[in-house]
């Protein structure tokens, strides 16, 4: 379903569902499909990927001006891991490519100290941000905005028309600061493409709907487990972020049930991303080298015995 809410000529905001009111319907696709594409899984990064480029192409058929510049599809900006917005822009821009449109993929990377963190508490809150309400996300938002360098591909907007790619929109506390940037780099046209867009009223009353979401159908640690496991799963921010905020028995229990191949994969990405290599995380980090995999893999068997 489309839906559109303008909120100036320049700046269009669509989304695949609205939603206005709960109890929220799980169990339909949208909302099925959702937590395991917000980890990484891309079977489902697929299936959200060509309803949002569908979505996209009929903005495009629509375009006023379709002998300028080429569209330029982007998402929020990442350090190493992408988000599952991320993963949705690359897959979305692939599929408009395909279709003989004239795009391209600009990805604006966030700089070390925007992602570093100093203790447990600060990881937890950032990383757990659709917990947290309305003031809590702004003054987050407010942190990584004042550490912002300057990233040269903003200057590839200047004049474009952009097509923004993210997931969720709640409180639009990120879409504030990403206009706010499209407009220092004189991007002509944003328009924003979310899966889902809560009423204004709905979301000031309840933010952690987005949490509700994102957990839905993946509570348990055996369903966290599989999907860490499973080959078709491009890890995200999210995805990490999660594995590394588990208590240290459940984590213990998780890398246990992975294969070796697996556990390097991850430990190797968590050094590329930076902030797990922080003291706060090195037992964490320690436990997924080669040395421990036998422990592990022992733990995991007792717990399954007992």
């Known amino acids: 379903m489309l839906m559109t809410e303008?909120?100036?000529?320049?700046?269009?905001?669509?989304?695949?569902?609205?939603?206005?009111?709960?109890?929220?319907?799980?169990?339909v696709a949208l909302y099925r499909h959702y937590p395991g594409m917000k980890l990484g899984q891309m079977p489902l990064v697929d299936f959200f990927s060509r309803e949002l480029a569908l979505l996209a192409a009929d903005i495009m058929r629509n375009d006023v001006a379709p002998s300028g510049p080429g569209w330029v599809i982007t998402a929020p900006a990442y350090y190493s891991l992408p988000s599952a917005a991320n993963?949705?822009?690359?897959?979305?821009?692939?599929?408009?490519?395909?279709?003989?449109?004239?795009?391209?993929?600009?990805?604006?990377r966030?700089?070390?100290?925007?992602?570093?963190v100093s203790n447990l508490a600060e990881f937890r809150q950032s990383n757990d941000y659709s917990k947290n309400p309305s003031q809590t996300r702004m003054a987050e938002r407010q942190r990584v905005h004042a550490l912002a360098g300057k990233d040269t591909?903003?200057?590839?907007?200047?004049?474009?028309?952009?097509?923004?790619?993210?997931?969720?929109?709640?409180?639009?506390?990120?879409?504030?600061?990403?206009?706010?940037?499209?407009?220092d780099a004189s991007a002509s046209e944003t328009h924003w493409l979310y899966i889902f867009h809560v009423e204004q009223g709905l979301a000031q009353q309840h933010p952690e709907i987005e949490f509700q979401i994102n957990s839905n159908g993946i509570t348990g640690l055996d369903s966290f487990a599989a999907i860490l496991a499973d080959e078709q799963t491009q890890y995200t921010t999210r995805c990490l972020a999660r594995l590394f905020s588990e208590e240290i028995e459940d984590y213990r229990y998780l890398i246990g049930a992975l294969q070796a191949g697996t556990r390097e994969k991850i430990l190797q990405l968590a050094q590329a991303e930076g902030r797990y290599n922080h003291s706060i995380f090195a037992e964490k980090m320690q436990l997924l080298s080669a040395r421990h995999v036998q422990m592990a893999e022992k733990q995991t068997m007792e717990k399954e015995e007992g």
């Open 87 to 108: 993963l949705l822009a690359r897959q979305v821009c692939k599929l408009l490519l395909q279709w003989g449109h004239r795009v391209d993929l600009i990805e604006p």
């Open 6 to 27: 303008p909120v100036n000529r320049a700046q269009q905001l669509y989304c695949l569902e609205k939603i206005t009111g709960l109890p929220l319907p799980l169990s």
């Open 110 to 116: 966030l700089n070390q100290q925007q992602i570093a």
């Open 153 to 183: 591909q903003m200057s590839a907007f200047r004049h474009r028309r952009v097509m923004i790619i993210n997931d969720i929109h709640v409180t639009g506390t990120q879409q504030k600061f990403m206009q706010a940037a499209m407009q």
